[in-house]
Structures are given as C-alpha cells and as structure tokens.
C-alpha cells in the first residue's frame, strides 16, 4: 500500500479522507437513530403489548440497551488503540450493527434481544473509533481540525434528521421489519463508503493496526485479528441475556419494580470508575489536578443533560404518540428528526458565535455554556409540561409546542455538547486522553439510567392498549415539570458557583 500522506488529498481544504468518514457516519447514524425511533414503540406496541406493564418494560430495556451501546465504545477503543487499529474496528463494529438491525427486521422476542446485542457490540467498535480516525486526520495543532469536527457532527445530524422521517414511516406505515431492515440497508450503504475510501487509500497511513505483530499474534492457535471479531459475536448471546433481564430481581408486587442486571452492573462501574479518577486526581500534578478536576465535573453535568435529552427516544415517542396533535404532519416516531434538524441549522451559527466572541474576548467559560445548556433543557421541558393547558377535549395538544420544545433542547445542546467535546481533550492529561474519552462516552452510558428510572416512573399501566390522550396527559405533563425544575435547579447552582470556580481554577475552564 502506498504511504502517500493523507495531507495529500485535500478537498475543500480538508483531508479527503474525511469526507468518506463523514457518509460512513452518516449511514452509521441513519441506522442508529431509525432503530431508535422505532424502538420503543415497537416494545410497547409489539414486543410487550400482552403485558399491562408495558412501558415499564420497554422502559428498562431501552435504558439497558442505551446504557449498554454506550458503555461498549471504552471496551471497543481500546482493543482499536492496542490490537485492531481503527479501520479493522470500524469495519467490525459496522458489520455486527448491519447484523443487529437486520436480525431485528425479524419480529420475534429472541431475534429482538439478540439484534440489539450485535447493535451493542457494534457501536463499541464503530463510534470511538470513527470519531478518532477524524482527529487522526489532522496533525497536531492544525487549526482545520474545530471545523472537521463541526463538518463531522454535522453528518451525524444529517443521519439522525433523515433516518426518523423515512425508517419511522415505513416502520409504522407498512411494519416494523421495515423500517429495521431500512436501517440495517443504511448502516450497510455507511460500510461501502467506508470501504470505498480505504480503496482510494484517502486515509493514507492512518488507521492501520497499531503493532503488526500484536496483530498477527496468535491466541489458541488463532491470529487475534479473527480472535477478536469471533470473541465480539460470542458476547452478543451473552449481552442479549443481560438485556432480556428487565425482569427485576428479587421484588415482589410489580415485577419490574426491582434492579436487572444491566443496573447492577453499572453501580458497579461506577463504583470502580470513581475510585480511579479520584486517584488519578490525586496523584496528579497540582496543574493537572485542577484540569482533571474540570474534566470530571463537566462529565457529571453533560450526564444529567443527557439523562434528560434522551428521554426523546422514550417518553417523549410516547407523549408525541399518544397526546400531540401530530395531524398528518409527522407520525410519532418520525418526531424524533426534530432534534438534529435545529442541530444541522443552528449548529455552524453557534460555532461562529463562539469564535466571534472569542475575538472580542468575551466567550463566555465553559461552566457558563453548561450552566445555560441546563437551563435550556429546562425551560424546554417547562414548554411541554405548560402544554396541557392548551389540550383540545381529547387531550391532544398542538404540535407546534414539541417544535418549540426540541429546537431550545438542541440550543442547550449545542451549548453543552460540542464544546464538552473539545474540552476534555484540552483539559485531559496526555497519559490518560483515551481513557477520559471513554468516560466522556461512559456519561452518555450513565445517562441511560436515569432515562430508565424517569421513564419508569412516568410508565402508564394499563390492561387496554388504547391509552393516550386525557388518561396519561397529566401523568406526562407532571412529569415534564419535574424534569424542568431539576433542570433549571442544575443550571442555576452551575451559574451560581460559576464566579467562584472563576476564582478557584484560574485560567482552568
Ligand atoms: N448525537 C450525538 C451522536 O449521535 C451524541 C450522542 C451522545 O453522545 N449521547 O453522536
């Protein structure tokens, strides 16, 4: 293969290489956030419609799945940065997310575990990995990068506008398997550009395994470039045992009032994760310390955000399916394009504004943007939970107020996302970048409990599966206020502390 520099190739002054990335991800993303706007509707409507308790289940699982197809990208980066390098996983992790959405096309309880057990082991290999390749691409210190990364994102939310509206529409207009097997065709297309630019060698030298012979090594007598992908599929039996366990353990009265596993094993984590950065923290350098202190604390908040941001694949689908006035405009599932819609708008003029404040030197420091990125989320939860004001005798309110509500959640993301992004590796010690990487993944992992514990508590039991309109408004509109006053709580304790962390970590935000 030729060694030509991935410098070589540029188009629209960049390396060309990431426009590959950029479909390759976009396809990835079509597949990712079709399955998810179906999901939970396929639960409750399909998997779980004979149990009263059907939101709940579909709650846990959707938690379990989501907490689970994060929490698999620290695994998947790091067998990439020691054994795989990032083609071979990328390309793994893309073939076992194909499987998982075409199994899943299958409608069956054990085919439905077991595809989101390959998604699962999927994304592990897939997400840190292509989201590296394009750092890789720059050499260190290029100031292209900030906009590779946005052009990047971008091609995220372009998936994640398109796979809703077209996955979501075939999904609920002609069958499930549809709309599944429309994601697994798009997360298939992702994989031929993505090989397609392998072939042109547009990433040059990048990409490649780390060490040929750890490569090559030979484990039971097998090269670990297959010992690898064939431990990968074996865990996925294994994964789908853990996520059919939304059963609680050890309760009596409602059977999901307890933990599963997928719960236990995440107090878990998190008791051994704490531990560590503590004595990472404490036994860094005194400037270190106060930069890894930073890069813990904006982890924290992005997880809350999160926890509350992705209730769109849960409760929200739900409240949109059973109490918004869709009128023809979109069905329910097809709601969740809202979000990366205002992303793909607003999210270049952001970025300008951040740099034209920089200029001017009056950007505001990051535990502002993340103080106001909560308020946002708030104040976009207080418009859905004031919504029920203006329900129509069926207890169907205007659709105009989840516009309103999605386009200032993704404002708050754009102030808290992007921007968490680039911090932590600005302010993450150079010997542990990789790893704060996965813990700023892992926030997204952790993120999924809460969904699963306010989605729990906002599930709807019922024998009768005609629920919706003014027998669940309240239950939702409640909740949502809920939502909002911790949100808005958050925000304004981070504002608050905001002068003082000023005085405390200097130059450090
Ligand atoms: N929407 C972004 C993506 O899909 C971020 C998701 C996350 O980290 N929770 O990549």
């Excluded at 409507?45 to 989501?66: C, H, T």
């Excluded at 059963?247 to 307890?258: Q, R």
């Excluded at 006035?325 to 394009?337: R, W």
């Amino acid at each position: 293969m030729s060694e030509m520099s991935t410098t070589e190739q540029q188009m629209f002054g960049h390396p060309k290489g990431l426009f590959y990335l950029f479909f390759a991800e976009l396809w990835e993303r079509f597949s990712f956030y079709g399955m998810r706007a179906l999901l939970t509707l396929y639960m409750v409507n399909e998997i779980f419609k004979a149990l009263a308790e059907r939101d709940a289940a579909a709650a846990a699982v959707y938690a379990s799945y989501g907490s689970l197809v994060y929490a698999s990208t620290v695994i998947g980066g790091r067998i990439s940065d020691r054994i795989l390098g990032m083609r071979s996983s990328i390309f793994l992790g893309g073939v076992l997310m194909a499987i998982g959405h075409f199994v899943l096309a299958i409608e069956n309880d054990i085919a439905f575990f077991l595809a989101l057990a390959f998604i699962v082991v999927g994304n592990g290999f897939f997400k840190p990995n292509i989201s590296t390749f394009v750092g890789s691409l720059y050499e260190d210190g290029d100031r292209r990068k900030d906009s590779g990364f946005t052009i990047f994102y971008m091609g995220i939310n372009i998936g994640g506008f398109i796979a809703p509206l077209l996955c979501g529409w075939l999904g609920q207009a002609y069958g499930w398997h549809y709309g599944f097997g429309l994601a697994g065709i798009g997360m298939l297309t992702g994989l031929i550009f993505f090989w397609s630019g392998i072939k042109k060698n547009v990433f040059g030298s990048k990409g490649l395994p780390p060490n040929t012979e750890t490569y090559e090594k030979k484990v039971l007598g097998v090269p670990l470039k297959t010992f690898v992908p064939i431990i990968a599929f074996l865990c996925a039996p294994l994964i789908a045992f853990l996520l059919a366990s939304y059963k609680s353990l050890g309760s009596e009265g409602s059977f999901l009032e307890g933990k599963n596993y997928v719960n236990l094993l995440f107090y878990l984590i998190g008791i051994l994760v704490i531990a560590y950065l503590a004595y990472e923290i404490f036994r860094s350098q005194p400037s270190e310390r106060k930069k890894l202190f930073m890069a813990v604390l904006i982890t924290f908040f992005m997880t809350l955000f999160w926890g509350f941001h992705e209730l769109s694949g849960s409760v929200i689908t739900l409240f949109a399916d059973r109490n918004v006035d869709l009128d023809g405009i979109m069905n329910a599932s097809q709601t969740n394009s809202l979000n990366s819609l205002v992303i793909i708008i607003l999210s270049i003029p952001i970025s300008l504004l951040w740099a034209y404040l920089s200029k001017k030197k009056l950007n505001p420091r990051t535990p502002y943007k993340f103080g106001f990125g909560l308020v946002l989320t708030g104040l976009s939860f207080y418009v859905l939970s004031v919504s029920g004001g203006s329900a129509n005798e069926n207890g169907m309110v205007p659709f105009t107020y989840l516009l309103v509500m999605y386009f200032i959640l993704s404002i708050g993301e754009l102030f808290m996302s992007p921007v968490g992004l680039s911090k932590i590796t600005d302010l993450s010690p150079k010997r542990i970048v990789a790893f704060m990487m996965g813990i700023w993944f892992l926030s997204s992992a952790y993120a999924f409990q809460i969904v699963g514990f306010i989605s729990k508590q906002l599930a709807i039991e019922s024998t009768d599966t005609n629920v919706g309109g003014l027998q669940t408004l309240s239950i939702y509109t409640d909740g949502f206020s809920l939502i909002a006053q911790y949100s808005v709580g958050a925000g304004l304790i981070v504002l608050l502390f905001s002068p003082l962390m000023k005085k405390l970590m200097g130059n450090v935000h």
